[in-house]
T-cell receptor, first 110, second 112 residues
Framework: RKEVEQDPGPFNVPEGATVAFNCTYSNSASQSFFWYRQDCRKEPKLLMSVYSSGNEDGRFTAQLNRASQYISLLIRDSKLSDSATYLCVVNSAGYSTLTFGKGTMLLVSP | NAGVTQTPKFQVLKTGQSMTLQCAQDMNHEYMSWYRQDPGMGLRLIHYSVGAGITDQGEVPNGYNVSRSTTEDFPLRLLSAAPSQTSVYFC???????????FGPGTRLTVT
């Protein structure tokens, strides 16, 4: 089983839609979790950290389910500018490196 | 606040040439890493460092060397460039093991 798995997409949604991505991780001892956004030919940028109790930042909501070992990202009222690849990132206990998923591509159309 | 900076932005090398990709951060972060990103492969870790004087190999270290003489700088050296090293290279830094990571703008390298 891959360490961090994401559906590559693309997810094609109209403006204003709600879209959700899931990401599963294999190491049950993972400690910290993040969602990053990467625009075409640009560097990944932190979108939000994911906390155990779940957290929200404007139109974005992240949740963590430790029992099932997945994290999710919900985007409400999608904008054209949300079109990007969303990377799931996990830090595992005992390891000094972060593990990146391959990303889920989102395309928002007018 | 510059964050993570990388030079050069673009580079073309001939097979067999060597070069150093520069990376610097001004956030006093302990951890620094080098990744390469190829289509369909995601980000792959080349080398990383958890502090000045300490480096370790990542997933794809062959053909690359690193050093970390200061907290700020983490150069990546290509020893003898090969076409398989054509890629986009990202440097990144973070404060500690469980903290978020910040990336530089990348270096686009082509080896002919």
């Amino acid at each position: 089983r891959k360490e961090v798995e994401q559906d590559p997409g693309p997810f094609n949604v109209p403006e204003g839609a709600t879209v959700a991505f899931n990401c599963t991780y294999s190491n049950s001892a993972s400690q910290s979790f993040f969602w990053y956004r990467q625009d075409c030919r640009k560097e990944p940028k932190l979108l939000m950290s994911v906390y155990s109790s779940g957290n929200e930042d404007g139109r974005f909501t992240a949740q963590l389910n430790r029992a099932s070992q997945y994290i999710s990202l919900l985007i409400r009222d999608s904008k054209l500018s949300d079109s990007a690849t969303y990377l799931c990132v996990v830090n595992s206990a005992g390891y000094s490196t972060l593990t990146f998923g391959k990303g889920t591509m989102l395309l928002v159309s007018p | 606040n510059a964050g993570v900076t990388q030079t050069p932005k673009f580079q073309v090398l001939k097979t067999g040439q060597s070069m150093t990709l520069q990376c610097a951060q001004d956030m006093n972060h302990e951890y620094m890493s080098w990744y390469r990103q190829d289509p369909g492969m995601g980000l792959r870790l080349i080398h990383y460092s958890v502090g000045a004087g300490i480096t370790d190999q990542g997933e794809v270290p062959n053909g690359y060397n690193v050093s970390r003489s200061t907290t700020e700088d983490f150069p990546l050296r290509l020893l003898s460039a090969a076409p398989s090293q054509t890629s986009v290279y990202f440097c990144a830094s973070r404060r500690g093991k469980t903290y978020e990571q910040y990336f530089g703008p990348g270096t686009r390298l082509t080896v002919t």
